[in-house]
Each structure stands twice: as structure tokens, then as C-alpha cells.
């Protein structure tokens, strides 16, 4: 089945500087590629996704890209902020349309 | 829009004891997941409803988790009887081909301690 692999599992950063969690994924079918952000006490809430048909996406300070040759996708966070601090989850959907999550980092912004 | 409502937060039980959590998902929203997150880990599908059909079970111990999805809007999660590594939280999603497919919205979770 599809392996959903992240790293780093954790990461700590300065306000201000930019962050960046990469993700591989094994199967070549999947199509579509959600981040979801997890703050303590709540269940993820999906920040950004990108589909296997777009190299990049942006929405304001966030931004993923896909490179579907190497089957790795990137969350990049810039002017990083405190409350960007929580464990942020990558997932790709199989070509059987199942949702698969990786481990998860947790990213830590210091004021 | 009301998001998806999980109840309880929190439960903690003895082994081999039995629990129930309950899930509303988004009105209008056909499909339903249950995932379980155990600490320091992603979440893992459990079982997927098409409204009050299961589409997806095929991780979901069956020797001891049951669910169900009735009339095709709340669900119910059961553990029966629970071991110690079923301690996890317990997190419902749904999502509507209106808004994608694949786009889930997650409630809050069950924190379930087994002792």
C-alpha cells in the first residue's frame, strides 16, 4: 500500500525565518496532496493541498510544491509566526482513493 | 457552518472494558471516516461510510471495533473490549463531493486512555 514518508519530525525556527517539511510518497497513482495543520487539543484543519496536475501553489505565506518524477511534495511556511507552532501532517490520496498520512512534524516558531 | 461534533473529549477506562464515541458530521456531508491517531503518529483510517454504507473497513479490527452509520448522518464508534494499546484519540472526519472529495473536515477527537 501507499507509504507516506516526513521528515524532519520536528523543527524549530526563529520568528521570521522560513520553515520547510518535505514529504516522499511510493504509490505513482496518487493525485492529490493535502497539509493539514494540528494544534493541541483539535483535530487537523487542512491549510493548503496541491493536485497532481500543478507544479506549485501559493496562499499567502504558505506554499507546496509537487514534483511527481521524484514523488516528494513541500510544505514552505515564510515569515514564520508563533502561532505557526503545531505538528503540521502531509497525506496523499492513493490511486484507490485512500487518504494515507505521514508522521507528522512538529514545528516549533520562537519568538 | 457547524463543524463536526465528537463526543466525549476524553474517557479513560479499564481494559477489557467497553466504549462508545459518537460523531455528527457537517450536515449534508455524505461521507464519513473514523480515524485513530495514537500519540506521535498520523492518523490511521479505521472505516469510511458513503452515507449509512461502508465503503472502506479493511483496518478496522473487527474482532473487537465495531461501527455503524444507521440513517446515514451521526455514527457511532465502539471498542469492545478494549486493550491497552487501543489508547489513541479518536478522530471523525467528513467530507461532500461539493467540496472535494478528499477534502476532510476533522472534529476534535475522543482522547482514549485504556488502563
Known amino acids: 500500500g501507499e507509504n507516506v514518508e516526513q521528515h524532519p519530525s520536528t523543527l524549530s525556527v526563529q520568528e521570521g525565518d522560513s520553515a520547510v517539511i518535505k514529504c516522499t510518497y511510493s504509490?505513482?497513482?496518487?493525485?492529490?496532496f493535502p497539509w493539514y495543520k494540528q494544534e493541541l487539543g483539535k483535530g487537523p484543519q487542512l491549510i493548503i493541498d496541491i493536485r497532481s496536475n500543478v507544479g506549485e501553489k501559493k496562499d499567502q505565506r504558505i506554499a507546496v510544491t509537487l514534483n511527481k518524477t521524484a514523488k516528494h511534495f513541500s510544505l514552505h511556511i515564510t515569515e514564520t509566526q508563533p502561532e505557526d507552532s503545531a505538528v503540521y501532517f502531509c497525506?496523499?490520496?492513493?490511486?484507490?482513493?485512500?487518504?494515507?498520512f505521514g508522521t507528522g512534524t512538529r514545528l516549533l516558531v520562537s519568538p | 457552518e457547524a463543524g463536526v461534533a465528537q463526543s466525549p473529549r476524553y474517557k479513560i477506562i479499564e481494559k477489557r472494558q467497553s466504549v462508545a464515541f459518537w460523531c455528527n458530521p457537517i450536515?449534508?456531508?455524505?461521507?464519513l471516516y473514523w480515524y485513530q491517531q495514537i500519540l506521535g503518529q498520523g492518523p490511521k483510517l479505521l472505516i469510511q461510510?458513503?452515507?449509512?454504507?461502508?465503503?472502506?473497513d479493511s483496518q478496522l479490527p473487527k474482532d473487537r471495533f465495531s461501527a455503524e452509520r444507521l440513517k446515514g448522518v451521526d455514527s457511532t464508534l465502539k471498542i469492545q473490549p478494549a486493550k491497552l494499546e487501543d489508547s489513541a484519540v479518536y478522530l471523525c472526519?467528513?467530507?461532500?463531493?461539493?467540496?472535494?472529495?478528499?477534502?476532510?473536515?476533522f472534529g476534535a477527537g475522543s482522547r482514549l486512555t485504556v488502563l
Open positions: 461510510f458513503q452515507n449509512n454504507g461502508v465503503v472502506d
Open positions: 504509490d505513482s497513482a496518487s493525485n492529490y
Open positions: 472526519a467528513s467530507s461532500s463531493q461539493l467540496s472535494g472529495a478528499n477534502v476532510l473536515t
Open positions: 450536515s449534508g456531508h455524505a461521507t
Open positions: 497525506a496523499a490520496v492513493t490511486g484507490f482513493q485512500k487518504l494515507v
